[in-house]
């Protein structure tokens, strides 16, 4: 195709109807640089247009250090795509016509360091995927705005955040070196027997429930003595904090101590944090999943056996299936799914559990027999569980000692202060034996993989058109149906949600009704490591790096999920 010019392309369409936009899709040559009208929106108050603009490295210059490892590359491309939201924000908010007229924006980065598909940058050049709304007034294209919008509000926004002069390089380095400095320290935490590790002086609290930025004026982090261990990494030098040993550990103290805040933290380390977080050297085993009750949730043929026996009208549970899950049988489903999938280190709160699954006491021990209750309690499952899956567990408690016998590490939080509490807690358990009785000690095993049947993730039901999509970090749609994804916690960004919308149907695609769901995971962040972000379909700036639990998380909490069983032995 010939080289179109912008500009007298866009005088054509001057004052028309606002369809007549879509006669400039395609690409064009803005200053040094090429800018690709992918899709254009059909009004002002549809989703914005999407494009690409893409500079060549020669101008970008941004020099190859930068971006010569994986994990630079990923830093690099979110540090890119924090700015240009920025730039966008200050350049280009909109006020051009009605709707969004006039707003150039990429989905806004949050706390986390993630692969983002709106910045990508390799040796030839560095391309941002974003959105424009092309303005109008009403339905009448508005030809000036759109030029004033694309030939000088975008060049600006362009010029301070895609090219390596705009920045200065410390600040290009420290968030490189964040970065670098939080997966070496992950990459430690193994051969150092631990699961997590907090740094001293980090900071936990966040401003509020809907604010992720750092508590001001919060009691910094400082590790226990006992528990304190040094460690050297790449960029920052040796940083010294507390390092949490593999098996059980408990975090105990009283009501709003920081026990809840030091778990969310643990939880959130399985990503890398930006600068300034305070949560930047909190790090976690990447596959550390945080489970919780959930009733209500949907749960499709699950061996919760281990933790639930014989329910009431002989309901089987080496098969669990509900539409409306229980307090106790969504925990037990939420556990042995994430086992399922893989993982090293549960996290479990209190707050958030059903008191009814954690223990039982002596007295309901003697009122409601043994054969009335069918929940085997996790009190007595833990141990068992840890040794046969080869899992630990970080357990937060406030109201019940029963686990203090059987804990390897007990923290206790006062005044937001941590202190290594294991010996005392064994001389009380000691002291105070417990007089409940163990109910279950039967191995813990489960030898049924589960195998999705593709029939039943059909999102286009048999039709032509697959809607997938997401409008909030916790809501899903796929297909006819709304997910409620609010319990897979460690889900974090609304581009994480989007991504795994589209990798759902990827997962759909790759189905054979043999594949197990953990091998279909792996198929699927294989694929997407493999290829990119890309591969999920339309080239777009909306997507984000994900984990293969909440993948499978976003799956078995679909309505129309049928599985079959599979011996594993077989
Ligand atoms: P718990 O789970 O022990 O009841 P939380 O973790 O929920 O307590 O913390 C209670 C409150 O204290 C929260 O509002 C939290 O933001 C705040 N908080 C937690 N840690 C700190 C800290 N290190 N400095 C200041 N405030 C904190
Ligand atoms: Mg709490």
Redo the contacts with the bound molecule.
């Keep these: 195709m010939a080289e179109r010019d912008l500009v007298s392309e866009i005088r054509k369409v001057d004052g028309k109807g606002y369809r007549s936009y879509r006669d400039l899709k395609g690409s064009y040559v803005l200053e040094d640089w090429t800018l690709f009208i992918d899709h254009v929106q059909g009004d002002t108050f549809a989703a914005p247009s999407r494009m690409r603009l893409r500079i060549p490295q020669k101008e970008a210059r941004f020099p190859e250090w930068t971006y010569s490892s994986r994990i630079r590359e990923i830093a690099l491309r979110d540090l890119i795509a924090r700015r240009f939201w920025e730039a966008g924000r200050m350049r280009a908010r909109g006020g051009m016509g009605t709707g969004g007229s006039g707003k150039i924006s990429i989905p806004r980065p949050g706390q986390e360091i993630l692969e983002r598909s709106s910045v990508v940058i390799n040796n030839k050049f560095i391309e941002v995927r974003f959105t424009a709304g092309l303005p109008a007034q009403a339905r009448r294209i508005e030809g000036d705005s759109a030029i004033e919008l694309l030939t000088e509000h975008l060049p600006t926004i362009v010029r301070e955040s895609m090219l390596f002069d705009s920045y200065k390089e410390k600040r290009i380095q420290q968030h490189i070196w964040c970065a670098e400095d939080a997966h070496a320290l992950r990459s430690k935490l193994e051969p150092m027997g631990l699961v997590a590790f907090i740094a001293d002086g980090s ?4 401003k509020s429930g809907v604010d992720q930025w750092p ?1 001001s ?5 400082r590790s226990p003595l006992s528990l304190r261990v040094k460690v050297d990494l790449p960029n920052v030098g040796r940083v010294t904090g507390m390092g949490i040993p593999k098996g059980l550990t408990l975090i105990v ?12 933290a643990i939880k959130h380390g399985v990503y890398d944090h930006m600068p300034g977080d305070g949560r930047e050297l909190v790090v976690t085993v990447e596959d550390a999943v945080k489970v919780r009750s959930e009733d209500g949730r949907r749960v499709e043929k699950v061996d919760i056996s281990p933790f639930i026996g014989n329910l009431p009208g002989g309901l089987s549970t080496n098969d669990f299936s509900t539409d409306n899950a229980s307090g106790s049988t969504s925990q037990a489903a939420n556990i042995m799914e994430a086992l399922e999938v893989g993982t090293s280190l549960l996290l479990i ?1 209190e ?1 958030s559990s059903a008191s009814n699954f954690m223990t039982r006491d002596r007295r309901m021990q003697m009122l409601v027999s043994k054969d009335n209750e069918p929940i085997k309690p996790f009190v007595d499952r833990i141990g068992p569980m840890m040794e046969s899956q080869g899992c630990s567990c970080v357990l ?1 408690v ?1 109201g019940s000692g029963e686990f203090l016998d059987i804990a390897d590490t007990v923290i206790m ?1 006062s005044s ?1 202060v941590a202190s290594e509490v294991t010996k005392v807690a064994k001389d009380v358990a000691a002291t105070f034996p417990s007089d409940r009785e163990s109910e279950a000690e039967e191995p813990f095993s489960s030898s049924y993989s589960r195998v999705p049947l593709s029939k039943s993730l059909d999102p286009s039901r048999g039709g032509k058109d697959v809607k997938v999509s997401a409008r909030e970090v916790d809501i899903l749609t796929f297909g006819k149906e709304d997910l409620d994804l609010s319990s897979l916690e460690q889900l974090v960004d609304l581009s994480q949600t989007r991504t795994l919308a589209d990798a759902m149907v990827l997962a759909w695609q790759m189905m054979d009704d043999e594949t197990s769901m953990a091998e279909l995971s792996a198929k699927v962040t294989d694929r997407i490591k493999e290829k990119s972000l890309d591969c999920l379909g339309d080239v777009n700036g909306e997507r984000a790096g994900f984990r293969s639990h909440e993948l499978i998380g976003a799956i078995n909490r679909l309505r129309s999920l049928v599985v079959y069983q599979k011996d594993r032995s077989t």
């Design positions: 900071i936990l609290p966040r508590l004026n919060a009691v910094p982090f103290g009283g009501g709003y101590h920081g026990k809840s805040t030091l778990l969310e709160d707050d937060v406030g939080l937001y």
